[in-house]
C-alpha cells in the first residue's frame, strides 16, 4: 500500500501538540502539520469563534458544512502554495491526541461476510445471519470514555469467561484478545430529539472517516452477553486515526455496495445504495493479514443515521459510528482474528514463522486505509496500536 | 407516600433556571431552592472555580467528597438558620433542567426478580437466569445524548417490529411502550483508564442518587436484541429525577439486599452486602401501580463499579449507572409492565376503570421514592413523564 494518500486530495484534521505548546487544530499534508489556530491568527484562515485553537475538533465541527467546505477551499488554495507558503511543522516533531471529544459511540454491525461468519462461528447448523439482519443495520452502544488515538498501547483486559462449559467461569488475562477492522464516522452536526433524520439528509451530517479498532476479548465478550449484549468484551478500548479525513475528500470514492440489499429496506432506509471504494488492511508485527475494501460494507452509513434517529433518537456533534468489522468472502479478507483463525481452530501461520489464533503480548497492530491511487489517492490515518501485558 | 422527605436530611442538588435567567446550581429544601451561586457570591459558599454559576452540575461534581462534604455542613447550617436566613425561591416559580451532562450512560440488570420474570416471559421453559447473572453484574451502554429531565414528555418511538414470527417485519409506532422503575447512580469523581476500580472504594465515586425511567419499546426492543441487546427500544428516551439526592443524605439507609449473593462472587466484587432502603412506587394517571424497595437489588453500586473497570475501562463526571428495573417477589411489586401484565398476557385492571398493558398515549407515570419517614425522610426527586403519539 502506497505511502502517499496525504496530498491536496486529503487533508485530514487532527489535534496536535509540540512540547510545551497548547493542543491545537492541525492538517496533515505530506509528512508535515499545517497550524491552524496560526493561520488563522496570521489572517489566513477565517475561524469566528476561534475553533482552531481548541484541543478537540468538536467546535470546528459544529460550525456545519458551509463552514468545513470554505476551510478546505482554502487550505486547498494554501498548500498548492497559490497565496502563500504556509509553514509545515514536521509531523516527527509533533504528538497527536484524540481528535475531538467523544459524544455517543455506536458500534455497527454492516458487513454481511462478518456477521455471516460469526453465526457460523458461534451458532453453527443455524442460519448464519440473525432474522432482522437484512431489515436493518443492528449496532449497540460503545463506551465513549475509552476511545482512544491509535497509538495508545492497549492493555490486555482482565474478566470472567467460561472456557469449559461444564465448569465455573474464571477470572483472568482474556485469553481471546482480538482486533476488529472498522470505519469509523464522525458526526459534525447535531439532530434535533424527536425530529428523525431522513435517509437522504443523513450524510449531510458526517464531518469525516476515521479507521477504527474495535478490540475485542472474546472469551469475556461471550460469557458476558446473553441477552444484553457486549460490554467488557468491548469497552476496554477502541483506537481510532488521529486524522480524520474529510467525507469532501472521500467523495470521488463512492461507488455500489459489493452485495445488494435483499430484500428492498424499509421505505426509511431506502437509498440509491452506496459504499465507499477504500481498500482497507491488518498489519501484524510489520506483515499483512488481511485485505479488504469498504465495498464490503451492507449498510451505509446513511442508512445507519436514518435509522439510528428513526425512534426520535438525536445526533451531537462528535457522536462516533463504528461500521462494524469489515470482511470479505475470501479467508485473505476477514477483518478479525476470530474469523481469520475461525474462533482459534485454524490458526494463522504468519510468514514471520510461528502463528496465531489471537494476539499476544507485545504484538503490534497497524490498520491502514487508502482510497485511489497516485496523486488523487487519500489516506485514512492509520491506528497502530501495542498490546500490553494485563 | 409523604409529600416530604426535603429537608435538612435530603438537600439534593439540581440545575434551576427563572425566566430571562441563566441556569445555574440550586439545592431544593421544603418547596423551595436555594441559589447557589447567589449564596457564592454573597460569600457564604465556598466555591472555587465558580461551580455554582455552571448549567451542570458536572463542574461541582468534579470537585470531588471534600468539597461535597464541606458544601453540605454549610447548607445544612444555612437551612437551619445558624449563621444567616438564606432566601429560597418557590418552586413554582422556576424551571428544572438535565442536572448534569452525562458522559456514559450505563444500564444494569441487577433486580434478581425481575431478571428471573424477563427470563420465564421470553424464554419459558428454560432456567429464568442466564447462566453469567449470578457471576457478575450484567450491563450494556445505553444513549446519553437522550437522558432527559423528568417533566419532560416522551414521544412514542416509531420502529421495526415482528408480531408475526412467521410474516416479515412491519415499522410503526410501538404497540408495547413500558416504563422501568430504577435507581440511577451519578458519577462524580473520575478514574484512570487501565486502573480497575477495588470494590471497597467504588462508592466513593458516586456523588448522588436519581430515580430513573427506562422507557422501553418492547416489541422494537425484542426483534433487534439478537445478539447484540437493546438499542433502538431504549435509546428514544430515559427520564431522570432533576434533583441528585447526594449519597451521603443516603447513608442512614444503607442496609442488606433481600436476596443473598449465591454462589459467592468472584474476589473483585467481594464485599459486605449492602442495599439502600427506599422505598419505590410507580404511579399511572394517578394511581399506583407497582410498589417495590430498593433492597431488591441484588449488586451493589459498588459492585457494578468494580465490575465496569476491572476491565481496564476508566469512569468520568457525570457517568450515569441505571440499576436496572427493580421488581419484588410479588405481583405489585413489579418495576415495568412488561412484567405486570406478563408480556400483555395479564392485563393491570386499573382503579379508575379500564386496563392496561402498556402505555397508551396521554398517559402519565410519575416514579416516587422516599426513605425514612418523619424529619429524617430523604425522598428522590420524582420523575414525571407523559406519552405523545408517535
Known amino acids: 500500500m502506497s505511502a502517499g494518500g496525504f496530498g491536496r486530495a486529503n487533508l485530514p484534521y487532527g ?25 488563522a491568527a496570521d489572517g489566513l484562515l477565517d475561524d469566528p469563534g476561534g475553533t482552531f485553537a481548541q484541543p478537540a475538533l468538536n467546535a470546528f465541527m459544529a460550525r456545519g458544512p ?75 452502544h460503545g463506551r465513549s470514555a475509552t476511545v482512544v488515538a ?15 462449559r461444564d465448569a465455573p467461569p474464571v477470572f483472568g488475562p482474556s485469553a481471546k484478545l482480538d482486533v476488529e477492522l472498522e470505519l469509523g464516522f464522525v458526526i459534525g452536526t447535531p439532530s434535533t430529539i424527536g425530529e428523525p433524520v431522513p435517509v437522504d ?16 476479548a472474546r472469551d469475556i465478550q461471550a460469557f458476558e452477553s446473553q441477552p444484553l449484549g457486549p460490554f467488557l468484551g468491548k469497552s476496554f478500548a477502541t483506537s481510532i486515526s488521529p486524522w480524520v479525513t474529510p467525507m469532501a475528500a472521500l467523495a470521488p470514492f463512492r461507488a455500489a455496495p459489493l ?10 432506509l431506502r437509498e440509491e445504495p452506496w459504499a465507499l471504494d477504500v481498500a482497507l488492511e491488518i498489519e501484524l508485527n510489520g506483515e499483512t493479514i488481511a485485505r479488504t475494501n469498504a465495498r464490503q460494507l451492507y449498510w451505509s452509513v446513511a442508512q445507519q443515521i436514518a435509522h439510528l434517529t428513526v425512534n426520535g433518537a438525536s445526533l451531537r456533534t462528535g457522536d462516533l459510528l463504528g461500521s462494524g468489522t469489515i470482511s470479505g468472502p475470501e479467508r485473505a479478507e476477514r477483518g478479525s482474528l476470530l474469523e481469520l ?20 503480548d507485545g504484538d503490534e497492530v497497524v490498520l491502514r486505509g487508502i482510497a485511489g491511487d497516485g496523486d488523487a489517492a487519500v489516506a485514512l490515518g492509520d491506528v497502530r496500536g501495542r498490546v500490553l501485558e494485563a
Chains 1, 2 share one sequence.
Open 15 to 39: 489535534i496536535f501538540r509540540r512540547a510545551g505548546e497548547a493542543p491545537r487544530v492541525g492538517v496533515r499534508f505530506g509528512d508535515g502539520v499545517l497550524d491552524l489556530a496560526a493561520l
Open 66 to 140: 458551509e463552514a468545513w467546505a470554505a476551510t478546505r477551499d482554502r487550505l486547498g488554495r494554501l498548500v498548492s502554495g497559490v497565496d502563500a507558503e504556509p509553514e509545515l511543522i514536521a509531523l516527527a516533531d509533533v504528538e497527536l491526541l484524540l481528535p475531538f471529544a467523544v459524544a455517543d459511540y455506536v458500534d455497527f454491525w454492516s458487513s454481511i461476510h462478518h456477521a455471516a461468519n460469526s453465526g457460523r462461528i458461534f451458532r453453527p447448523g443455524a442460519e448464519p445471519l440473525p432474522p432482522n439482519w437484512r431489515h436493518m443495520p443492528i449496532g449497540y
Open 150 to 164: 491509535g497509538g495508545t498501547p492497549v492493555r490486555r483486559p482482565r474478566g470472567q469467561s467460561r472456557p469449559d
Open 201 to 216: 439528509g443523513a450524510a449531510a451530517h458526517v464531518f469525516g472517516v476515521v479507521l477504527l479498532n474495535d478490540w475485542s
Open 259 to 268: 452485495a445488494p440489499q435483499e430484500p428492498a429496506p424499509p421505505e426509511y
Open 341 to 360: 483463525s475461525w474462533n482459534g481452530a485454524e490458526p494463522l501461520a504468519l510468514a514471520a514463522g510461528g502463528e496465531r489464533t489471537f494476539l499476544e
